[in-house]
């Protein structure tokens, strides 16, 4: 087993890989960086990706973030969000720190838990990824073995929705936890809220919400 005695400088929107780490090791090295939010790491199976986002990244991220509160709140669904806290399993050896996590149809069954264990609590109902840039790690792949059932990732420009079937992930139009949700929606929500003022957004994206009761 590797020791880490101190964190290592990680230059910001760039992204380094190693090969060969023992789970040990990546345990250890949440460890060490529990009380940061940068850098965040990725680990399938002795792969490790490590990776501090840009200012772009974080900025859309917590416009999603902000937005699936909106929806929830203005649609009357209990959630739970849970930010980027690591979900993983020691025993298929794969671990990632989504940008966004949330429970949503299975919020009742977390909700008195202080500390996440995958290998007797239910996964995230819906996993947030902003890529700017190119992962060396297939992450789906990650979030799949977990059996996380929805995915949204911003590319591009534009956000997509997974949905989990057989073990792998496929397209949507509509969210499975909110079905009256549309991908083309969300990406011009997310472009608006970087070109207008917050509160004119807040009112706007309000509006629409409401337009789906």
Known sequence: MTSVLNPIPV?????????GVSWETYVQLLKNFESCSVPRFTYDQGELEI?????PHEEIREILVLLVNLICEEL???VRGLGSITLKRADLQKGAEPDACFYIKRVKEIASIKELDLTIHPPSDLVIEVDIGSSSIDKFSIYAALGVPELWRFSKDEIEF???AGGQYTSLNHSL???RVSALEVTRLVGEARALPRPQWLSRARSWIRSLR
């Open 76 to 78: 009357g669904i209990d």
């Open 51 to 55: 990776m501090s986002p840009s200012l």
């Open 162 to 164: 997974f949905r989990l």
């Open 11 to 19: 230059a910001t929107d760039e992204r380094f890989m190693l090969h």
């Open 177 to 179: 936890n909110f079905p």
